[in-house]
């Protein structure tokens, strides 16, 4: 975990680095070779204005109005005017999270030296990072594609000393924040409306930071998964898991999966189970098969997030070693929009695959444990109900699921005729993930109870240390009792990586790739 200052280069930001940022407010500084890189940038697009070179927002309109020519006068009140009328997003305030994670993802890209920002321009988004001043960003009204325009106008009228913004734990306005913590708000210039707005980075950093909590899913999902097999008495697991049977697969997830299982069924006692049964349903002995496909998903993705959060997502572009200007589209979202559909079909095979092991656990057919893992049935319906919610939030992911990327609304005249979505993308994979983080919890008190009544046998060494990192914020369920505080409880326990914590103490840390 990263909590000191995180030098900001351009070139090496990591998904650890920017939750450190985003999450555990690090501090953050420029590094001196990226702010020489901005200031030399800086210089090609004052001399070619002072050349009378045309440039795309700069010396004329943007989108359809790029035909118009703008004078060098109105240049700066041009920039403030893109930002103004791009200002419109809607709906819920993003976490402050989410917005440090585009402020410090779009400090990060500008520090590149391809922006033709002033260096004023990353230094004032440092000191706002550093001294907590958060703008007021609204989750809806960006399509991806001239990047995050809407969020990203929210987060650059704050830093003209405008819009509105929490400091401090309260709301204000961006002027008053600004002027609170000691900020000088900015002017802004040639290009540097567009150079603060015209990149994917609001929802590559929500995507960033869903990757960084897939990871933990994910282990979590594995930590689940064994659970099961241990407290079904799985009567395959022996050779469903062997390495021999994923190596001539060649799939690295598969494999990966494998090993960890393993490793967390490792000294059960409970496996095997009834020994007169050849194989397990597929929902236990394809584990490896399905998590693995997901582990895949979350390499590949991860690896399009860290491309995105170290590349150059604007336009103009202004290369400073050749003294050329180019406008092109690499504000375009695609790549990161199309990851993210992934990863959310990725996750909702987290959540599918544990709602289908709760349902094993629960019937006394499936598991030779007393129904819905209760004593007393009849007058106790035990974690009965616990399987409709899993039930309702994995019908959920399945419609969140659909691709959003696929879609498309022309904008601007028909000048940005094509879209990727990538709000919407990043604001369902976020629904999915914490959607899978409460069915993988049921699961886990499933387990946990499931385990109770194979006493005095033992799981594996996984199994064991997450039983007992469970049990001692959750107790055993004798009698009925409301369910939504116990699963509250549990949910709380995969989120903050508790349970994972334990189980690696056990057994080692657990691979995902």
Known sequence: MITQTVVITGEDLSIDKLAAISENRAKVKLSPRALAAVKANRSVIERKVRAGVPIYGVTTGIGEFARISISTEQSAELQKRIVYSHSASVG??????????AMALRLNTLCKGYSGVRPVIVQTLVEMLNKGVHPVI??????????DLSPLSQMAE???????????????????????????????????????????????GVGALAVNDTRRLAKNALIAAAFTVDCISSNSAKSAFDARVHQIRNHRGQQVVAENIRRLINGSS???????????????RCIPQILGASLDALDYVTRIHLN??????????????????????????????????????????????????????????????PDFLVEGKGLNSGLMVSQYTSAALVSENKVLSHPAV????????????????????????????????????????????????RRPLKGGKGSEAAYKVIRKKLSRLINDRPLYPDIDIVTKMVRDGSIVEAVEKAVGPLKLY
Request: hydrophobic share 40%; glycine share 8%.
């Open 92 to 101: 819920k305030e993003i976490p402050e999270s989410n917005v440090r994670a």
């Open 138 to 147: 609204n989750e809806k009204g960006s399509l991806g594609t001239s990047g």
């Open 158 to 204: 704050v830093v003209m000393g405008e819009g509105r913004a929490i400091y401090k734990g309260r709301r204000m306005s961006g002027k008053a924040a600004m002027k609170a913590a000691g900020i000088r708000p900015i002017t802004l210039a040639y290009k540097e409306g567009l150079g603060l707005i015209n990149g994917t980075q609001a929802f590559t």
């Open 270 to 284: 409970t496996l095997p189970g009834n020994k007169a049964k050849v194989q397990d349903a597929y929902s236990l």
């Open 308 to 369: 995105e959060m170290n590349g150059v997502s604007d336009n103009p572009l202004f290369f400073t070693k050749d003294d050329e200007y180019l406008a092109a589209g690499n504000f375009h979202g695609q790549p990161v929009a199309m990851s993210q559909d992934f990863l959310a079909i990725a996750v909702a095979e987290f959540a599918s695959l544990a709602e289908r092991h709760t349902n094993r656990l629960l019937n006394p057919v499936l598991s030779g444990l």
């Open 406 to 453: 696929v879609d498309n609304i022309s904008v601007s005249a028909d000048q940005e005729d094509h879209v990727c979505m990538g709000s919407v993308t990043a604001m369902k994979l976020t629904d999915i993930i914490r959607n899978t983080e409460i069915v993988i919890a049921i699961q886990f008190m499933c387990c946990a109870q499931a385990l109770d009544f």
